[in-house]
């Protein structure tokens, strides 16, 4: 077996020494002392992350806990309640890989409150939770996704797919085969955490291009103008506009920051403030597009905006106003979304059935996804016809060769190549479906492959799951709709 060193960060050989030998160059940098810190900057991220994230196998994940209890305690406090999910100590097998003293809780929201104690629950893997320093291939943490309501366990490895093809600078993404004490667990969709060493990866190293502040949304950021006070945008928002479902205050709501958070003069939130003032000031008619244009990637926001809407991926900012990051740019002082929790996308989460909002997930309408109010920075696009044009080049990129039914069909073979055998195996597990009340149903093998098809539904109606290549065929469909209207 392979061993993780903690001191040197790279793997030491003890056996099978070929299977690995592309991941296990010896690093000439410092060891990566953890998140925020420049420390490891000469690592070839890519060529590390390549190891975690490998296209071309499922890989196996083992997950001993030392405490033979801990999974069903895990299971018991996220039932007492769903925000209570602590970290317990285990040992993390890669393959033929292992790191100890790893911490490992339980994640997700829907996807934990809607999965019986006997079906498959989505982990979060800590490699520094317990040990400063340690991590997996420079890899300080890990998702391990149930692909909730999801049967064909492919919408979020495309929707990730699609976003890097277009230049989000998004998570990547794998399958794996997760073992929770030693008991099969089902397959399972690997995702980056977006944090500094994905900074460095996808910006480089090169004058502290990695080095900017990152924010995530974790709920309630429309992006509205409040004032000047952060504290307003961190889960507080002024009297008369309605709290987040998140506890205010807390490290998980609102806009918090994930880098920089120990330098005073980057950890003011001034360049976010700034960034919503500008929005609100455009759509005011105060300041010109200029000035937005000069802290805001507007080309690539509108790739961003077109992108999520044309596969309906609505638990996003454009419609739930959460679940994206913000990273301000030091190479140009500007701003740009990053990608995150795709497992909603291509109709999984739907338009909130409120009275007189007639939107299925193939009709999302572009502009006002799901019915008004659509969020000020959408707003941008709809009152700004330099900003309408840019989405509109978007949107025929998008639909002219990343979004095509031939090539989605094309991916979602290869998808099936890859993954379809272990999910096969997978049969007996209980991928959570996610039932009405909460009913405890599980998807089979053979749903995965029905899944994948165009054929429509069978008893379509509200909350219908709708089959990869019909969601495909009838979104494409409505798009070009669409864009006849809103892309003269």
Same mark, same amino acid.
């Given at each position: 077996?392979?061993?993780?060193?903690? =001191?040197s960060e790279v793997i030491i050989p003890c056996a099978s020494l070929?299977?690995?030998?592309?991941? %296990?160059?010896?690093? %000439?940098?410092?060891?990566?002392?953890?998140?925020?810190?420049?420390?490891?900057?000469?690592?070839?991220?890519?060529?590390?992350?390549?190891?975690?994230?490998? &296209?071309?196998?499922?890989?196996?994940?083992?997950?001993?806990?030392?405490?033979?209890?801990?999974?069903?305690?895990?299971?018991?406090?996220?039932?007492?309640?769903?925000?209570?999910?602590?970290?317990? !100590?285990?040992?993390?097998?890669?393959?033929?890989?292992?790191?100890?003293?790893?911490?490992?809780?339980? !994640?997700?929201?829907?996807?934990?409150? =809607?999965?019986?104690?006997?079906?498959? !629950?989505?982990? !979060?893997?800590?490699?520094?939770?317990?040990?400063?320093?340690?991590?997996?291939?420079?890899?300080?943490?890990?998702?391990?996704?149930?692909?909730?309501?999801? +049967?064909?366990?492919?919408?979020?490895?495309?929707?990730?797919?699609?976003?890097?093809?277009?230049?989000?600078?998004?998570?990547?993404?794998?399958?794996?085969?997760?073992?929770?004490?030693?008991?099969?667990?089902?397959?399972?969709?690997?995702?980056?955490?977006?944090?500094?060493?994905?900074?460095?990866?996808?910006?480089?190293?090169?004058?502290?291009?990695?080095? $900017?502040?990152?924010?995530?949304?974790?709920?309630?950021?429309?992006?509205?103008?409040?004032?000047?006070?952060?504290?307003?945008?961190?889960?507080?928002?002024?009297?008369?506009?309605?709290?987040?479902?998140?506890?205010?205050?807390?490290?998980?709501?609102?806009?918090?920051?994930? %880098?920089?958070?120990?330098?005073?003069?980057?950890?003011?939130?001034?360049?976010?403030?700034?960034?919503?003032?500008?929005?609100?000031?455009?759509?005011?008619?105060?300041?010109?597009?200029?000035?937005?244009?000069?802290?805001?990637?507007?080309?690539?926001?509108?790739? =961003?905006?077109?992108?999520?809407?044309?596969?309906?991926?609505?638990?996003?900012?454009?419609?739930?106003?959460?679940?994206?990051?913000?990273?301000?740019?030091?190479?140009?002082?500007?701003?740009?979304?990053?990608?995150?929790?795709?497992?909603?996308?291509?109709?999984?989460?739907?338009? +909130? &059935?409120?009275?007189?909002?007639?939107?299925?997930?193939?009709?999302?309408?572009?502009?006002?996804?799901?019915?008004?109010?659509?969020?000020?920075?959408?707003?941008?696009?709809?009152?700004?016809?330099?900003?309408?044009?840019?989405?509109?080049?978007?949107?025929?990129?998008?639909?002219?060769?990343?979004?095509?039914?031939?090539?989605?069909?094309?991916?979602?073979?290869?998808?099936?190549?890859?993954?379809?055998?272990?999910?096969?195996?997978?049969?007996?597990?209980?991928?959570?479906?996610? $039932?009405?009340?909460?009913?405890?149903?599980?998807? %089979?093998? &053979?749903?995965?492959?029905?899944?994948?098809?165009?054929?429509?539904?069978?008893? #379509?109606? #509200?909350?219908?799951?709708?089959?990869?290549?019909? =969601?495909?065929?009838?979104?494409?469909?409505?798009? &070009?709709?669409?864009?006849?209207?809103?892309?003269?």
């Open positions: 077996m392979l061993k993780v060193s903690l =001191f070929l299977l690995f030998t592309a991941c %296990t160059a010896k690093s %000439t940098s410092p060891a990566d002392a953890g998140v925020g810190t420049d420390a490891g900057s000469e690592v070839n991220y890519v060529a590390q992350f390549d190891c975690v994230f490998p &296209q071309d196998r499922v890989v196996d994940i083992h997950i001993d806990f030392l405490e033979s209890t801990a999974y069903q305690e895990m299971i018991a406090a996220a039932d007492a309640d769903p925000n209570d999910k602590p970290f317990y !100590k285990a040992t993390f097998r890669f393959d033929d890989e292992e790191v100890a003293n790893v911490g490992v809780r339980l !994640k997700g929201n829907s996807s934990l409150w =809607f999965s019986g104690d006997d079906q498959m !629950k989505s982990f !979060k893997i800590h490699f520094e939770e317990y040990v400063d320093g340690l991590n997996f291939h420079h890899v300080d943490r890990l998702n391990l996704n149930n692909n909730f309501r999801d +049967p064909s366990i492919m919408r979020e490895q495309l929707a990730y797919a699609m976003a890097n093809e277009l230049g989000m600078a998004a998570p990547r993404t794998a399958y794996a085969r997760v073992w929770v004490d030693e008991e099969l667990h089902g397959v399972y969709t690997m995702v980056q955490q977006v944090d500094s060493r994905f900074l460095k990866e996808r910006f480089g190293t090169q004058d502290n291009a990695h080095g $900017g502040n990152l924010y995530i949304c974790y709920d309630g950021c429309p992006l509205a103008y409040w004032g000047e006070d952060p504290d307003l945008y961190q889960g507080n928002p002024p009297e008369g506009i309605p709290s987040p479902p998140c506890e205010p205050g807390t490290e998980d709501c609102g806009l918090q920051l994930k %880098t920089n958070e120990d330098d005073p003069g980057m950890n003011d939130f001034s360049d976010l403030v700034n960034l919503i003032r500008t929005v609100d000031e455009v759509l005011n008619g105060t300041s010109g597009t200029e000035a937005l244009d000069a802290i805001l990637d507007m080309e690539h926001y509108a790739r =961003f905006q077109a992108w999520t809407l044309a596969i309906s991926t609505l638990d996003s900012y454009f419609v739930s106003a959460h679940n994206f990051y913000l990273y301000h740019r030091m190479t140009d002082q500007r701003f740009q979304f990053v990608p995150w929790d795709l497992n909603g996308s291509y109709g999984i989460f739907q338009c +909130p &059935q409120t009275a007189g909002d007639p939107q299925t997930p193939i009709e999302v309408d572009l502009l006002e996804p799901c019915g008004p109010p659509p969020k000020p920075l959408a707003d941008i696009i709809i009152q700004t016809p330099e900003y309408r044009q840019v989405f509109c080049e978007a949107l025929e990129e998008i639909v002219g060769a990343a979004y095509s039914v031939a090539d989605q069909d094309s991916q979602i073979s290869a998808l099936h190549a890859l993954v379809g055998a272990a999910r096969q195996e997978d049969s007996v597990m209980g991928q959570p479906a996610g $039932g009405p009340d909460g009913d405890e149903i599980s998807f %089979t093998y &053979q749903d995965y492959l029905d899944a994948q098809s165009h054929d429509p539904p069978v008893n #379509p109606g #509200p909350g219908t799951i709708l089959n990869l290549g019909f =969601f495909n065929d009838m979104r494409m469909g409505n798009l &070009q709709q669409q864009m006849e209207q809103i892309c003269p």
